[in-house]
């Protein structure tokens, strides 16, 4: 029982590693891409909209982050739920 919920685990670290690389990967992808267009930018307008639309961007990403993580961690503790049920089921099983 403890090695399941240890596998759960591991497993679900890993998870979270990947998506928080990707959420990085992308955060830096989307800021260097954001100073490219600052810098090509010629008039305040131009700066203020490029600025405007990175922020959305930017609470869109997050906020999408923020669900995944959710997901990987209610699916988690959905398991870890799983597998303690079936402990206590068997255990509490009486004995004849």
């Known amino acids: 029982m403890q ?3 240890s ?3 591991v497993r679900a670290n890993n998870e ?3 998506r928080s690389t990707a959420a990085l990967q992308a ?3 989307a800021d260097l891409g954001h100073l490219q267009a600052l810098a090509a930018a010629k008039t305040p307008s131009q700066i203020f909209e490029l ?3 990175f922020v959305r961007e930017r609470l869109e990403l997050t906020f999408g982050h923020a ?3 959710q997901a990987i ?3 988690f503790l959905i398991d870890i739920n799983k ?3 079936g402990m206590f089921d068997t255990s509490s099983l009486p004995s004849e």
């Open 16 to 18: 979270l590693s990947l």
């Open 27 to 29: 955060t830096i992808e």
């Open 7 to 9: 596998e759960i685990t």
């Open 73 to 75: 961690a209610s699916k």
């Open 3 to 5: 090695k399941q919920i």
């Open 67 to 69: 669900r995944d993580f």
């Open 51 to 53: 600025q405007s639309k």
């Open 83 to 85: 597998s303690l049920r």
